[in-house]
């Protein structure tokens, strides 16, 4: 009886072992053809530095890394208005990461993302009006491959700076956001493709306050990791490494179906010649 259950034993091993070495039981998914793109809806670069009103819009997508098992982006715009006579530039951002993931047919697989939005709302009181800097909720829309299983692709507004009614005041308000999310797909066999596209609205404003000496409203900046050209304009001085829409998504395979369909067949033939070795009562 010993020697049969050893012989058994022997069995299982070695089919555990040719499965552990298949190609089926390995997680094979890899990520691939990363990229970040700005959409056509994403507002054009803008520049004025001419006359007693002056304003800037500019936006960068980049990749920042990339390999099998991840990557990471960043979104950076700058934003600034500082002008003689009332002047707001507004920024639409939108843009797009792609990535494929390729699998076995029948793989599961997930990517789990960070989503971060960093940056400051800045404001020089350099004239006798005032300033206002805004920045919407960002969402995100997924479209391709895979679900979404967990967490959110959006971010909250955040509150907005202003010194309207204390037009002396200079103000820098830094921000942090962060969030996650899980997209979860099945292998096919062949790449995956997955699209995500974020967009935002933000805005900075300079005022002029009538009554008050030569028209001048103050600066007023919204700094994400770029800083602007303008001339005699700080509010967008300074930008962080770190600013700006920050992505990083890690692909996370899970085990590999065709291996635990394989292992649980190979379970019920070894019951199956248990019982037929077994001796009749």
């Keep these: 009886m010993e020697r049969r259950h050893r012989g058994q034993g022997r069995w299982l091993l070695a089919l555990a072992l040719a499965l552990a070495l298949s190609p089926l039981s390995a997680g094979a998914a890899t990520m691939s053809a990363i990229s970040i793109v700005l959409n056509p809806a994403n507002t054009p670069d803008f520049f004025d530095n001419n006359g007693s009103t002056r304003s800037v819009t500019t936006s960068t997508a980049s990749v920042l890394s990339s390999g099998a098992a991840g990557f990471s982006t960043r979104y950076a715009a700058v934003i600034g208005a500082d002008g003689g006579n009332d002047v707001t530039r ?32 800045n404001i020089v009181s350099d004239g006798n009006g005032n300033a206002t800097v805004a920045m919407g909720a960002m969402t995100g829309t997924l479209a391709g491959a895979g679900s979404l299983s967990a967490g959110s692709l959006g971010l909250a507004a955040v509150a907005n700076t202003s010194n309207a009614g204390n037009e002396a005041l200079s103000m820098s308000n830094p921000f942090s956001q962060s969030g996650s999310a899980t997209i979860s797909g099945v292998g096919t066999g062949a790449a995956q ?18 009554g008050g000496g030569p028209p001048a409203g103050d600066e007023a900046a919204l700094r994400m990791g770029i800083d602007s050209p303008l001339g005699l304009f700080t509010a967008d ?45």
């Design 90 to 121: 507004t920024l639409t951002a939108s843009f797009t990461i792609s990535f494929q993931v390729n699998a076995n047919a029948g793989e599961l697989w997930d990517v789990v993302l960070d989503i971060g939005r960093a940056g400051a709302m």
């Design 193 to 210: 493709l997955v699209n995500i596209t974020f967009t935002f609205t933000a805005s900075a404003t300079s005022n002029d306050l009538p």
């Design 237 to 281: 001085n300074l930008p962080g490494a770190g600013d700006g829409v920050m992505l990083t998504a890690t692909l996370v395979p899970e085990p590999d179906t065709a291996l635990l369909l394989s292992l649980g067949l190979g379970g019920l033939a070894l019951l199956g010649r248990e019982r037929k070795l077994r001796p009749s009562a």
